[in-house]
């Protein structure tokens, strides 16, 4: 880091002028980390490669997430992964993303590049290129140190075909892991609670798992693709995923006990009154597959580092369409509601 | 409108944390006014038709202008211009756009509404359709209000290559209007300075006047693209612009008589001691143009309602590699610099 120019070390109003510092700010920074031919042709827009064939998918989402720094992840690692899940799950290769940052006046120039390298970090294991950005900055007091918007393109390969409407009574729900992780553990980092509880977020790219997932179970033996839908379960944890695959005229049997919670994340959610099936999660994902192509989805996700707690957890049923149960250990039937109000804000 | 289970007119918390009034949100506001099949699907992706053939552009912006509304303008139209304007001087035809919105807790709903309805009207008018979002809802005091980051994909058409590393010694400098009126226009909004000027942002959606142009005037009579290069003057004006050219290795020579700027922009420039040549524009553009094809290029921007006051300004040399040279009325010649502090931050 050589900001020669840089009256000090902190962000200034100047950094979002599109004058000398921000083109300081964009080459010692952003072109340094983000590293890569398009992003460094420093047009208004990136040109892209040809792409591989297939179906263009296009996402966004902003992170304001506080703590920027939590265990497990930052706003930056979740900035990329947020996005590269958004598209994976809608069957896409993720492949470009943009990033815009909105900067609080005042911020340490440290803490920039941390992110900044932390999402250059993550891009790479994802195997996402960083091509396009834009950096604005607000007076003090205007934002709250660094809100990040990353947008993503990718590509939907031919014969890929997931949505919410192809779920059918009999297929069967599965998650890639334990519910909950990311919401208890920004929770935790950020009421300074002093519980002795070592909960990470599940803050991960999910695209790799998902590319195994769909290359080994490609169809069921209908001659459909095995599975049928996917989402990562962030704002509003997995029984908003359910709620609003329900909304497509499904019913949804949930078995509680099948779901997995760690130890640690159920205790803290106990203690503060918290669902841990609404808690957010960034790198955990809800899956609907065909019955026959269960077992072998189970066995795909197993065998991969971010699958290896791969449950069942329910199926689709033609009863109660519109509506998620849940079934208790005791036997008993609840029906799941969306989260009325916010469990907790600025989670992602 | 009609957000039945709101407890307010205002923004919440809760609007932003995934469940009932988020969705309720995405239904009465942004699926209303975004009206459009492909949003309607609410996928984590939205899934995009068939694009037509050539290279794909990616582009990003953040908006958090001050005021949100302004003469000419709000950060809505803003968000959708902006970014449509990145893909068109790239040589993209704009196709779909990103939107995410941070929201200040407590803002009016009807602010919201306004701004979520200037920018569906910008992008119909423009041709271009919002097909994925995302909705952040921030505590009060830790954003300001709205900020609106858009991204956009367009497609470069075959044969079309825009690029600073094919300005020629020779070339023609041209903009199609007056510069600075976007700068001085949010500047007057925002102090409540009690000038009886008339200024009025420029901010318009450039794609058509861009369309139009490389389709009259596709190539110079050495066979290669008449139209060199463009961009829009946004922030940091005119000046950085060329400056930003200039480092392609190129000589820049401008008339400062011929650059048109209004007669309102002039007096209030020069009463706060503002350069106009610096001040933001939303809607107007520089461009390079082999000389041959000058007055074609010309007489196509001023037959476009955006162009009418277009004008040639200057050109490239191979004198003073490097550099941005303003020849004065006086016939002095002085070396501009880009911007090195802040002119007006929050301008776009």
New interface residues.
């Given amino acids: 880091m050589n900001l020669s120019e840089s009256p000090s070390d902190t962000i ?3 950094h ?8 300081e700010l964009l080459r010692e920074v952003f072109l340094k980390c983000f590293d890569n031919t398009v992003l460094a ?8 490669p ?2 591989p064939p297939g ?10 997430v506080q703590p920027l720094f939590f265990p497990g992840g930052d706003v930056g690692k979740l900035a990329v992964c947020g996005t590269v ?3 994976a ?2 069957g ?1 290769r993720p492949l ?1 993303l ?5 900067i609080e006046e005042g911020l340490p120039l440290d803490t920039l590049v941390r992110v900044v390298d932390s999402m250059a970090t993550t891009a790479l294991s994802a195997g996402v290129q960083i ?4 950096t ?4 003090h ?4 140190g660094i ?1 990040i ?1 990353t ?4 590509v ?1 390969p031919p014969g890929v075909d997931l ?1 919410p409407s192809r779920m059918r009574p009999g297929d069967v729900v599965v998650v890639n892991g334990p519910v909950g992780d990311h919401g208890i553990a920004v929770m935790l980092a950020r009421e300074k609670l002093n519980f002795h509880a070592d909960v990470v977020s599940d803050c991960a790219p999910l695209n790799g798992l998902v590319a195994a997932l769909l290359e080994a179970v490609p169809e069921s033996a209908d001659g459909s693709g095995a599975v049928r839908c996917m ?2 379960a ?3 944890g997995l029984v ?1 995923v359910l709620c ?1 695959w329900a909304e497509s005229g499904v019913g949804i049997e949930i078995e509680e006990r099948a779901v997995p919670v760690r130890e640690a994340v159920r205790a803290v959610s106990e203690f503060l009154g918290i669902d841990p099936l609404y808690s ?1 999660n960034e790198g955990t994902l809800a899956l609907v597959v065909a019955p026959d192509m269960a077992e072998a989805a189970l066995a795909i996700l197993r065998a991969h580092p971010l699958g290896r707690d791969a449950a069942v957890i329910g199926r689709i049923t033609a009863e109660h369409a519109g509506r998620v149960a849940l079934r208790t250990p005791y036997g008993a039937r609840r029906i799941l ?7 907790l ?2 989670i992602c």
């Fill in positions: 200034a109003l100047a979002g002028s599109g004058g000398l510092l921000t083109h042709e420093m047009e208004d827009s990136a040109k892209l040809p792409l179906q263009l998918a296009l996402t966004t989402d902003s992170y304001v899940n958004d598209l799950v809608t896409a470009y943009s990033c815009g940052f909105i091509v396009t950005g834009d604005k900055v607000v007076e007091g205007a934002a709250d809100f918007n947008a993503g393109v990718g939907i949505s989402r990562d962030t704002r509003g908003t609003e957010a509601q969306m989260l009325a109000g916010a469990q804000p600025r």
